[in-house]
């Protein structure tokens, strides 16, 4: 409840200070690239991401925790420096595989699904830093021993900070890379990513 109270406080600082921002340049200073009052932003992510697990319940030598991950973010983006959107994306958390006798192993798979409201602002040129609270599913699947298994769990209290690069190749496109730091509250866990970004202009 603490968490939620806390992110909560900051969205309202952060659209509070949104109020008094002065509009942007409208033509971008390095490339002359003429910018529209508003408009929308879709993107898409994919990179390397890491799982720190608040306890191992499996030794270590058994568990996966770096995979590729996804992500898909859709932002509104005014004349203002204040940025807003909604996210998501899959990330696998972790792999288990385990041999239990000579004839039988299992295979156990945790991924998640977020669901993000996202507040950006963009501190220099082509830099931004978002935070973003919001929901998570995650779901677990476990194969080997009979019948596959199958579980999942909303995760309520999540919360997810990242920092972005996005450099305009053109009036539609642009490439950059992010660095992101998401915090499950279901399991007290977090995650760290590493993505390569694509977005347009819509």
């Not at 033509?27 to 929308?40: G, L, N, Q, R």
């Not at 879709?42 to 697990?53: K, V």
Request: net charge positive; aromatic share 14%; hydrophobic share 45%.
């Amino acid at each position: 409840m603490r968490k939620i109270i806390i992110t909560a406080l900051l969205c309202l600082i952060v659209f509070s200070s949104a109020r008094a921002q002065k509009p942007d340049s409208l033509v971008h200073p390095a490339s002359d690239i003429s910018h529209p009052k508003s408009h929308f932003t879709l993107a898409f992510g994919a990179g390397w991401s890491h799982y720190f697990a608040n306890m191992d319940l499996v030794p270590a030598r058994n568990v996966q925790k770096d995979f590729i991950g996804t992500s898909f973010r859709f932002m509104w983006e005014p004349e203002y420096r204040l940025s807003l959107g909604l996210e998501t994306g899959f990330y696998r958390i972790f792999r288990v595989d385990s041999t239990l006798t000579a004839e039988y192993s299992m295979q156990s798979r945790m991924n998640v699904v977020p669901l993000f409201l996202v507040i950006r602002m963009r501190i220099v040129d082509n830099f931004y830093l978002s935070i973003a609270p919001g929901l998570a599913l995650q779901y677990t699947k476990i194969t080997g021993i009979g019948p596959e298994i199958t579980s999942h769990q909303f995760s309520m209290a999540n919360f997810e900070a990242t920092a972005s690069y996005f450099y305009p190749v053109s009036k539609l496109f642009l490439v950059g890379g992010e660095a992101r730091v998401m915090y499950f509250g279901k399991t007290n866990d977090t995650m760290f990513s590493l993505n390569a970004v694509f977005a347009i202009k819509l």
